[in-house]
């Protein structure tokens, strides 16, 4: 009896003792991430296209109405090909009228010699008048003038002939056309626009702001859009000196280092600036806590799986994090979510999430 009332009084005790203590701090889930120092800086990210460096606006040598067109948009050309035709009518009919020029003066050529020769032939007998000759021989000259001048207007009218045929002088890709079958076009006046493909660039519209205090180890990395795994660096070609009055921007033309298969003319791509910079330290807004005026952070042991707060100072910050002057080194790991819970020494639950 007496050892029973015994057991009994210390079971009491365990039990009150047990509800003097303090429960255990709950494993809380974060979200941490490994701290690294960057050196670059992302001065903007901007859309653009992949444009033939070379382009040849191309328009009829001749006025005339257009007939048709032989190519369309896109279309790959050889040199020499034809890309459209003007209506022949106006030249033909003044090829047709230069060359019955041409025939009635070789007509009167042929009688110029012809009289020529019998005067030639008169004066050597001493038959002939000298003035006589001399007129025959003057009138020869002045018909083979005639005839040199009608010669070259017939080849005049074939090379207007020729010219109602659009022709390019390189191979390209037909890149744009700004007139249609049934216009009427003037001379020189801009019809197609023809690309070469052999060499390409990527352009941009830059702020003017930006274009202008450029540093001078900018990096252009050039990626397609949809697939950002095709990307090469770039280098600054030219910048228009004026910027655009609507968009207040200037367009840039990059030089690529090298050109994927992908990088089609047309292709929309994005181009990303970055700078060197001295190496730095830039964490999430959400990693800080303010306690007391002070701002710290939670370090996270990656063995024990606890926590402990370390004071930092902040350079700068943003919307969306913060740059860092001290207070935390390269390679240790950081909570980055659930900082406003937490104790020193409290252990952690890493979330499946959380970068390792």
Request: aromatic residues 2%; neutral net charge.
């Amino acid at each position: 009896m007496m050892r029973l009332t015994g057991l009994l009084a210390a079971s009491l005790l365990l039990l009150a003792c047990s509800k003097n203590d303090p429960p255990p701090d709950p494993v809380r889930p974060v979200l941490s991430m490994e701290v690294k120092a960057e050196d670059q800086e992302t001065l903007g990210r901007f859309a653009g296209t992949i444009q033939a460096r070379y382009e040849s606006n191309l328009g009829f040598r001749v006025p005339g109405r257009i007939a048709h067109r032989t190519v369309d948009v896109g279309a790959e050309v050889e040199k020499g090909a034809v890309l459209a035709v003007l209506d022949p009518t106006d030249q033909q009919n003044q090829l047709r009228a230069v060359q019955g020029d041409l025939a009635r003066v070789q007509a009167q050529f042929i009688n110029a010699q012809a009289s020529a020769r019998r005067q030639q032939a008169l004066f050597n007998r001493g038959v002939g008048a000298q003035a006589q000759l001399d007129a025959a021989q003057t009138d020869l000259k002045t018909t083979q003038a005639s005839l040199d001048q009608a010669q070259a207007s017939v080849n005049q009218a074939k090379d207007q002939l020729n010219y109602t045929r659009l022709r390019t002088d390189h191979g390209g890709i037909v890149t744009a056309w700004n007139a249609e079958a049934g216009q009427v076009v003037s001379a020189g006046q801009q019809v197609v626009t023809l690309a070469r493909p052999d060499i390409k660039e990527a352009v941009i519209d830059l702020p003017a702001g930006l274009a202008e205090r450029l540093p001078p180890d900018v990096v252009f990395l050039v990626a397609g859009q949809l697939d950002p795994s095709v990307n090469t660096t770039a280098t600054v070609r030219e910048i228009e000196p004026q910027a655009q009055s609507a968009t207040r921007t200037r367009r840039a033309r990059l030089t690529l280092a090298d050109t994927p298969a992908a990088f089609l003319l047309g292709t929309a791509i994005s181009v990303t600036l970055s700078s060197a910079i001295p190496p730095r330290i830039e964490l999430p807004l959400s990693a800080l806590q303010q306690i007391d005026g002070k701002t710290r952070i939670w370090l996270l042991d990656t063995q024990s799986r606890t926590v402990q707060p370390r004071e930092v100072t902040v350079l700068s910050r943003d919307a969306d994090s913060v740059v860092l002057s001290g207070g935390v080194k390269p390679g240790e790991r950081i909570i980055v979510a659930g900082v406003n819970s937490l104790q020193p020494g409290q252990t952690v639950k890493i979330d499946e999430d959380s970068p390792r």
